[in-house]
C-alpha cells in the first residue's frame, strides 16, 4: 500500500469570546501515512467517513482553567469530535480491517490510533451496514440521539401521556429528536421553536402539535397560544430570556432538560443573561438538570442502541441530516452550524465513497 496523503483540520488559536471566524479552521496537508511501514503492534489505521460538528466544540476553542468535556484543543493540532471511520488495517485484537467504528477522533482524513484510545471506539453494528446510512452513527444513532433518548429517560421521566413539552431549537441536531421522542413515544403534546419558516413546516411535517419562528413571532404569544395552560417539560437548547420566558410559563412539578445554551456560547461573562425568576424553581417544584451525554453512556449505552435502532426502522424516529461534502469544509460547516444554517445533524462527509451505501428497495 502506498502512503497515503492525510489531510487534517487544524485549530488555530483560542477565541474566547465573540464568533469563531472560518479561517480558526486550517486545512492541512503536509502529512503522510505508510500503513505498512507506520503501522505498529497494537494499533489501528482508519479512514474518516464522516464526521460530525456540534455546538459543544465551543467551549473547547476557550482557553480555561477547566473543561467540562474533555480539554481544550491544541492550538496547531487537528481539532476532535464524533466521526465514523472505516478500519483499513489492524494490528491490534479486537479490530479487523473493513469493520466500521464510531466514536472521538480527531478531523484527519486517515490515521493511526493507539491502544488507549481505541478504547473510546464503538463497533457499527454489522447488520445495520447497508440498512441505515453510516452518517446516522454521529446522528441519530450517535451522540446526539443517545443525548435526547438518556436525558428524557433520565431527567425528564416519569412522562405522562398528553403533557405538554416544549423544545427549543427544535430543527437542529437533539431538538428533532426529542421532539419525535416525546410525540410518538410518550404520547406528548409537543411545541417547537425554530429559526425559519422551512424549519417550522418540517416540525409539524414530523408531527409536532405546534411550532414557531422565534424570529417572527414573539415566542411569548406563540407560547400562550400553544400552551395556554402552561407546560410540563422543557428540553433546553438555547438559555437566556427564552429560558426566563419559560420559566415563568411552567406547571408545578415541571421538569426542565438542560441540554444546551447556545445563545449564551459567544457571549464574554459580562454580557451573559441573568436569569430573573429563578425563584419559580422553588415556588413551583420545578425539576432543573443539567446534562453530559457521556455521564450515560456506561448504563445505558446498549439499550440506546438496541432500541433507538427500533424507533428508527419503525419510522417512530425518522432522521434530518444536513450534509456537507469534502473534510476541507468542516470548518464551514461548524461555523453555519453555530448559526442555525443546517436543518437536522450537520454532518460532513469525509471519505468519497461510501463502503457500505444503502440499498433501495
Not at 422551512?198 to 416540525?203: E, I, M, R
Request: with cysteine; charged share 25%.
Amino acid at each position: 500500500m502506498a502512503p497515503i496523503e492525510v489531510t487534517s483540520i487544524l485549530f488555530k488559536e483560542f477565541v474566547n469570546d465573540g464568533k469563531v471566524p472560518e479561517d480558526n479552521f486550517v486545512v492541512n496537508k503536509e502529512q503522510r501515512i505508510d500503513p505498512e511501514a507506520d503501522l505498529k503492534d497494537g494499533q489501528i489505521f482508519l479512514r474518516l467517513l464522516y464526521l460530525s460538528v456540534d455546538p459543544y466544540m465551543r467551549t473547547r476553542m476557550r482557553k480555561m482553567e477547566s473543561y467540562y468535556l474533555g480539554s481544550g484543543f491544541e492550538p496547531g493540532k487537528p481539532l476532535q469530535g464524533g466521526c465514523v471511520a472505516q478500519v483499513v488495517a489492524s494490528k491490534a485484537p479486537g479490530f479487523a480491517e473493513g469493520e466500521v467504528v464510531s466514536g472521538m477522533l480527531p478531523w484527519s482524513s486517515h490515521q493511526i490510533v493507539e491502544a488507549d484510545a481505541q478504547k473510546g471506539l464503538h463497533k457499527v453494528e454489522p447488520s445495520l451496514l447497508g440498512k441505515v446510512p453510516l452518517s446516522y452513527f454521529v446522528g441519530v444513532l450517535g451522540m446526539p440521539g443517545m443525548t435526547a433518548w438518556s436525558g428524557l429517560k433520565k431527567i425528564a421521566e416519569p412522562i405522562k401521556e398528553g403533557e405538554v413539552a416544549l423544545v427549543s431549537a427544535a430543527a437542529g441536531a437533539v431538538g428533532l429528536i426529542v421532539g419525535q421522542l416525546l410525540k410518538h413515544v410518550y404520547g406528548c403534546k409537543v411545541i417547537g421553536s425554530a429559526g425559519s419558516n422551512d424549519k417550522v413546516a418540517l416540525l409539524r411535517e414530523l408531527g409536532f402539535d405546534a411550532a414557531f419562528n422565534y424570529h417572527t413571532t414573539p415566542k411569548e404569544q406563540a407560547l400562550k397560544e400553544a400552551a395556554p395552560d402552561g407546560i410540563d417539560i422543557y428540553w433546553e437548547n438555547v438559555g437566556g430570556p427564552v429560558l426566563e420566558t419559560v420559566i415563568e410559563m411552567c406547571r408545578p412539578h415541571a421538569r426542565i432538560v438542560a441540554c444546551g445554551m447556545i445563545s449564551q456560547y459567544d457571549l464574554p461573562d459580562e454580557e451573559k443573561y441573568g436569569v430573573k425568576n429563578l425563584f419559580h424553581v422553588v415556588t413551583k417544584r420545578i425539576k432543573m438538570q443539567g446534562m453530559v451525554v457521556a455521564d450515560y453512556y456506561a448504563e445505558l449505552g446498549k439499550e440506546f442502541a438496541t432500541t433507538m435502532g427500533k424507533y428508527v426502522t419503525e419510522g417512530k424516529v425518522k432522521a434530518v441530516e444536513h450534509v456537507t461534502e469534502g473534510i476541507e469544509n468542516a470548518g464551514k460547516a461548524w461555523v453555519e452550524m453555530m448559526v442555525g444554517g443546517n436543518t437536522g445533524k450537520a454532518v460532513v462527509k469525509v471519505a468519497a465513497e461510501d463502503p457500505f451505501p444503502v440499498k433501495k428497495e
